[in-house]
């Protein structure tokens, strides 16, 4: 009787050709992520620059060829959602809408062929502190070359620290149905005094003065302490009321009846002169093109490359601590929002 012989097969199986992939993969989207190579056709790399001057000055970023074929350079960068900056890594690396603005403005600021940026807003608004650097950065952009414009294109809302960045443009246009205004100032937060007593949760707080925990959730606020913050909110809307005066060229008499935090549409707010004209992109691009005096424009945008060092932190983001900070830290808004 013969006997037989089995033997393992040699061939390699779906799991390592599997892991096999996986491995290429990875070590594909790292070299893109090094030396970011030309792999989109229209992309631009940004490393070496980059290398040059330091990530925070010159964003490492890929330069996308949006529309237009001419030789007058000119950046589209969207800002949408609220407006806060140094936000904790999101999964996979995501940034805030804000962060990646501040990133696109400095990498258009160092680059001597840019004369032009698009700004398409959606957002209500957000932190004051964050809506002052995005105006301040793109003042940054116009003062690193002469004859530097800036459009903005305002789209479903343009309000509150949304219209303060783009107070810092050469021209706003809105959509015919955009909301916009909304200039003021407020602090918010929660207290949850009256249901701590109700469950029987005691704040205990050893502070070096009566102040030190101002907004303390689980503790009345006194009337001393809603003057103090009435002060802030007061200054802080004087600047914003001074900076819309003397951007749109206005009499500070009229602004200050508009910045009571009403909102305006596209016709109202075209009245009153807080915008320029009312269209949409083609009506934008003809007006940064009369501004640029040439229709010889070419647009691109910029992307954020995918990056394992920004993969590796994106954990942080779900960390309990980080939802819990947010939740209990009260902001100075410019913030129009709809409850």
Known sequence: ?????????????????????????????????????????????????????????FPHMTETWSEGRGETKVIRIPLRGMILLNTEPGLFGSVSAADLARRSIRRATMDADVRALILEINSGGGGITASDILYHELLRFKEAQPGRKIITICEDVTASGAYY????????????????????????????????????????????????????PFSEVSENQREL????????????????????????????????????????????????????????????????????????????????????????ALRPSVWLDTLQTPRLMYQWRID
Not at 14 to 42: E, F, Q, S, Y
Not at 167 to 183: F, M, Q, Y
């Open 1 to 57: 009787m013969s006997k037989v012989t089995y033997r393992r097969s040699r061939r390699p199986g779906c799991l390592t050709i599997i892991l096999i992939l996986i491995i290429i993969g990875m070590a594909l989207l790292w070299l893109h992520d090094r030396w970011n190579g030309k792999l989109v056709p229209g992309s631009k790399s940004t490393v070496g620059e980059s290398r040059k001057w330091g990530e925070d000055a």
């Open 165 to 216: 960045v783009a107070l810092a443009s050469d021209k706003i246009i809105a959509h015919p149905t955009t909301i916009t205004g909304s200039l003021g100032v407020m602090i918010q937060t929660l207290n949850l005094h009256e249901l701590g007593q109700l469950l029987g949760i005691k704040d205990v707080t050893i502070k070096s003065g009566e102040n030190k925990d101002l907004l303390n």
């Open 229 to 316: 913050l009435q002060g802030v909110v007061d200054a802080m809307h004087t600047r914003f009321k001074h900076l819309v005066a003397e951007s749109r060229n206005l009499p500070a008499d009229l602004v200050a009846p508009l910045a009571d935090g009403r909102i305006f549409t596209a016709a109202d707010a075209l009245e009153q002169g807080l915008i320029d004209g009312i269209g949409y992109w083609d009506d934008a691009l003809a007006t940064l093109q009369q501004l640029l005096d040439t229709e010889d424009v070419i647009i691109y945008r910029y992307e954020k490359g995918f990056s394992w060092r920004h993969l590796l932190r994106s954990s942080n």
